[in-house]
């Protein structure tokens, strides 16, 4: 059985009507299922905070960037190193957000899956079409190009993969279930292809999730999870998808 799994993106957010403890805390009194994942993705500075709140839980954690050298004269940047040092086990990569306002290519964010596979970390490869190329029909051109591009020479499948719709994220437009759970069946044939023909590698939705349609989410075959950003800044929200 594939592992569920629960990402909360903070982007460049901390939790408004909560302290970080509180809402670490009241996750942590949550039992988690087996075989499920909750991953707390905060900005940076707060990695070391969250990572020694989340001690003793299930809870793990993720950064939301990393750049693709392990060292040297890149300033503002943070390595996959640093980054396990400070027992982050997930990075997410190819947000359409830093597609769009940070310029990263499908090359780029090839080099830091590259380096966040050779750490021994595990990537979170975020996909997903823009409203215009779902409206011109090359919705499955997109995935599979971006796929490709992302996972070339990556040998090891020990990768998540996120569709988000990049019209559905941020915006409270949900795509609809049985509309996602199509493309996860194409992300999921062209990995079986990829890797091994037993593909356990879990695909994610992301775009709006929230309380209200998680249910309807996780009941399509091919969703293993959620990458939950505005409705992941309240601990009661985010538990709330959770639990339904
Ligand atoms: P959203 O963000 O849930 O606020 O739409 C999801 C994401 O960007 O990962």
């Known amino acids: ?140 051109k997109i995935i599979l190009t971006q796929l490709r591009r992302a996972l070339q020479g990556i040998r090891n499948p020990r990768v998540i993969i996120a569709y988000e719709p990049v019209w559905a994220i941020g915006t409270g437009i949900n795509a609809q279930p049985t509309q996602v759970q199509q493309v996860h069946v194409l992300i999921r044939s062209w990995l079986t292809r990829k890797y091994t023909k037993k593909n356990t590698i879990p695909i994610l939705y992301g775009g709006s999730a929230a309380a209200h349609n998680s249910h309807s989410f996780m009941q399509q075959p091919d969703i293993d999870g959620l990458l939950v950003g505005g409705a992941s800044l309240s601990s009661q929200q985010f538990r709330n998808i959770i639990q339904t």
């Open 1 to 140: 059985m594939t592992a569920k799994i629960y990402v909360a993106n903070w982007k460049m957010n901390v939790p408004a009507r909560e302290s970080i403890e509180q809402y670490i805390g009241h996750l942590k009194k949550f039992r988690v299922p087996a075989n499920t994942h909750i991953i707390i993705a905060p900005p940076f500075p707060y990695l070391p905070l969250v990572a020694r709140l989340i001690k003793k839980s299930r809870l793990e954690i993720a950064a939301q960037n990393v750049h693709w050298e392990t060292e040297g004269t890149f300033t503002g940047e943070v390595s996959a190193k640093m980054l396990q040092r400070f027992g982050v086990h997930f990075v997410i990569i190819g947000h359409s957000e830093r597609r769009r306002d940070f310029y990263e290519t499908d090359a780029i964010i090839n080099r830091k899956l590259r380096i966040v596979v050779h750490t021994r970390l595990t990537p979170i490869l975020c996909i997903g079409e823009t409203a215009a190329q779902r409206k011109r029909g090359e919705t499955r």
